[in-house]
């Protein structure tokens, strides 16, 4: 057994047993019984730093954890799923959502959860792991996957193809722009989006979808590009389907966001541009919509009217000079760092 995987268990055991016992362990508790595991499996000392950070972002993110569980296996109620199959979820969603996927790739989190619940689980666990953080991987859209498979490509053109449409909103203020982002139960930042309805072009989708969401009133600049990806779906046939988004760049005022009612999101903010390279976004959506909205904000910023007929290039040098270290910032970091 490699030593990750022995570190692995040695947390498994000590969820396992909170989730057994009758008395409410705390953190303080938890962590006793990690080094007791830990002596008792022979995990190395050196792993150590590892198995407690899994083991309080387990505890820390339970909820939101439950709540993927819950939305990832609906036909299958928390309390009904064996409590070792249970524990394996929480520990493999944790690695799957909160770590940094620089030491743990998504496939990594998942073949992990998947062995852990062939060695300690009944015959059918390891299938019902796999299913239920495969489904969960699929939403987030299948990070660190090889794309440009022909096989791939050709099964999804023959799936039903569902309309989506968001935007990246900003706005001006006292001289400083402004971008809006929802955050999601998974622990990201994220740009609005939703299903353009019967008789609604893309950009009246977006408009609207904005205005549920965020309670911002929109106007769409330009088209920033689209996404697609895979996902689950048990009312059409073969069970999956292709969502296609469409993202603009829109302009509100700056005006108080208001989080609607849509499922898997808990906060919207505004954040001053110099502050979006330390969110935490998804690879996809940075690289493909993040980066090039604040790109193609170059082209909309507004200048003073000029006291003098050279301070309008200076002004704009000095515009282009923030814009560009931002761009630098969340392409050098990747967009993993939280806010």
Request: with cysteine; glycine share 8%; aromatic share 8%.
């Amino acid at each position: 057994m490699s030593n990750r995987h022995l570190a692995r268990s040695v947390v498994l055991q000590v969820l396992f047993e909170r989730d057994a016992s009758d008395k409410k362990m705390s953190l303080e508790d938890c962590t006793q019984r990690l080094a007791e595991y830990s002596q008792e499996f022979g995990a190395r000392e050196a792993d150590a730093p590892f198995m407690k950070e899994l083991l309080k972002t387990v505890l820390a993110k339970q909820k939101e954890i439950d709540e993927v569980i819950v939305r990832a296996a609906p036909e299958w109620p928390l309390d009904r799923i064996a409590p070792i199959d249970r524990n394996i979820l929480r520990l493999g969603l944790a690695e799957l959502l909160f770590s940094d996927r620089s030491h743990v790739p998504a496939k990594v989190a998942i073949n992990e959860a998947i062995e852990l619940a062939k060695t300690f689980g009944a015959a059918s666990s390891g299938r019902f792991v796999n299913g239920v953080l495969g489904a969960v991987y699929i939403e987030l859209g299948e990070p660190g996957k090889n794309e440009g498979v022909a096989r791939k490509k050709a099964a999804a053109a023959k799936m039903p193809t569902e309309d989506l449409a968001g935007a990246v909103v900003f706005a001006e203020n006292e001289g400083e722009y402004y971008l809006a982002f929802v955050h999601d139960i998974f622990g990201h930042w994220t740009i609005s989006k939703g299903k353009v309805e019967k008789g609604e072009d893309v950009q009246q989708g977006a408009i609207r979808e904005i205005k549920e969401e965020m309670a911002l009133d929109i106007e769409i600049v330009e088209e920033l590009g689209v996404n697609e990806y895979i996902a689950n779906d048990s009312k059409v046939q073969g069970g999956k389907k292709r969502k296609r988004v469409t993202y603009f760049l829109a302009k509100s005022p700056f005006s108080e966001i208001r989080l609607g009612s849509s499922g898997g999101l808990d906060d919207a903010q505004w954040f001053p541009l110099a502050a979006v390279g330390d969110l935490n976004f998804y690879d996809d959506s940075l690289t493909k919509i993040v980066i090039p909205a604040i790109k193609a904000l170059s082209k909309f910023r507004q200048v003073s009217p000029p006291k003098a007929e050279e301070q309008p290039v200076e002004e704009e040098k000095k515009v282009e000079e923030r814009e560009e270290t931002v761009e630098a910032r969340i392409e050098r970091r990747g967009g993993r760092r939280r806010h």
